[in-house]
T-cell receptor
Framework: GNSVTQMEGPVTLSEEAFLTINCTYT??????LFWYVQYPGEGLQLLLK?????DKGSNKGFEATYRKETTSFHLEKGSVQVSDSAVYFC????????FGTGTSLTVIP | EAGVAQSPRYKIIEKRQSVAFWCNPI?????LYWYQQILGQGPKLLIQ????????DSQLPKDRFSAERLKGVDSTLKIQPAKLEDSAVYLC?????????FGQGTRLTVV
């Protein structure tokens, strides 16, 4: 069935470090792929998306590329900041939105 | 553009009591979702509406949870009676063209 598997956390990085959060999915058809971010005490916010194979979504220095051959959508950022501390969710649309379990990121100064 | 509005933000009730949550989606969004997010987990779909019809409620515990979407706009989610394991954040989202927009959620604590 449909599912999302993302890297388990928590992840702790120093400021300006490189970030990768892995995400793979199992879906039928050609889903759209998303990364959502949840800051403490807030709801989910769309971070970036990609709607077809080889598309690259980007926002706020974060990037992810839709890799159909590996069914992956890994999130990357070249230099993280303290303000990036949050929980990150990988998701895709089938007939509904399917979410991963979330990866908690803490960036320390 | 106004976002998805939810109320209340926080609610504390005793087990076996009832509670209701309200959601106002973004204007023009036909699809509305209710998700349950237990601490440390990803959101789990409870129910999906398309206008005022139910598309998917397969994971809604129907013996205690109910939801309605009147006139295809606002929606309410009710729990009666509540159990301790219902403690979670309840998220409402609406979507247009496969992109979901989330409200801030209602944090429910059942004691």
């Amino acid at each position: 069935g449909n599912s999302v598997t993302q890297m388990e956390g928590p992840v702790t990085l120093s400021e300006e470090a490189f970030l990768t959060i892995n995400c793979t999915y199992t879906a039928t058809g050609y889903p759209s792929l998303f990364w959502y971010v949840q800051y403490p005490g807030e709801g989910l916010q769309l971070l970036l998306k990609a709607t077809k194979a080889d598309d690259k979504g980007s926002n706020k220095g974060f990037e992810a590329t839709y890799r159909k051959e590996t069914t992956s959508f890994h999130l990357e950022k070249g230099s993280v900041q303290v303000s990036d501390s949050a929980v990150y969710f990988c998701a895709f649309t089938g007939n509904q939105f399917y979410f991963g379990t979330g990866t908690s990121l803490t960036v320390i100064p | 553009e106004a976002g998805v509005a939810q109320s209340p933000r926080y609610k504390i009730i005793e087990k076996r009591q009832s509670v209701a949550f309200w959601c106002n989606p973004i204007s023009g969004h036909a699809t509305l979702y209710w998700y349950q997010q237990i601490l440390g987990q990803g959101p789990k779909l409870l129910i999906q509406f398309q206008n005022n019809g139910v598309v998917d409620d397969s994971q809604l515990p129907k013996d205690r949870f109910s939801a309605e979407r009147l006139k295809g706009v606002d929606s309410t989610l009710k729990i009666q009676p509540a159990k301790l394991e219902d403690s979670a954040v309840y998220l409402c989202a609406s979507s247009l063209e496969r992109e979901a927009f989330f409200g801030q959620g209602t944090r429910l604590t059942v004691v």
